[in-house]
């Protein structure tokens, strides 16, 4: 089993910058994709980015150009930088793992954008 842990989250005004980081328990592998999803206040969790093992990254339409993903392979971390936070942004964001039958999630760390 692996544990993700996350961490970075908290309260920023529209405009402002945020870098969430996410360490796994233990080595999983470079081969799997990481990623950050999130779950707004009623809303379901949606994808916001991913990394794949060489570095290919795909992000959703509503962060693309805010937002930059990355991992650190040896060290079995995944970072999600964002600027320009929007309201809209406010939501628990999760880190995830997969490969595969195999998916593994975070606990999720709250960001909230707000004056």
């Known amino acids: 089993q692996v544990q993700l842990v996350e961490s970075g989250g908290g309260l920023v005004q529209p405009g402002g910058s945020l870098r969430l980081s996410c360490a796994a328990s233990?080595?999983?592998?470079?081969?799997?994709?990481m990623g950050w999803y999130r779950q707004g206040p009623g809303a379901q969790r949606e994808l916001v980015a991913t990394?794949?093992?060489?570095?290919?990254?795909n992000y959703a339409d509503p962060v693309k150009g805010r937002f930059t993903i990355s991992r650190d392979k040896a060290k079995n971390t995944v970072s999600l930088q964002m600027s320009s936070l929007k309201p809209e942004d406010t939501a628990v964001y999760y880190c995830?793992?997969?490969?595969?039958?195999?998916?593994?999630w975070g606990q999720g760390t709250q960001v909230t954008v707000s004056s």
């Open positions: 233990r080595s999983i592998g470079s081969a799997y994709t």
């Open positions: 995830n793992a997969a490969l595969g039958p195999f998916n593994f």
């Open positions: 990394i794949t093992f060489i570095g290919s990254t």
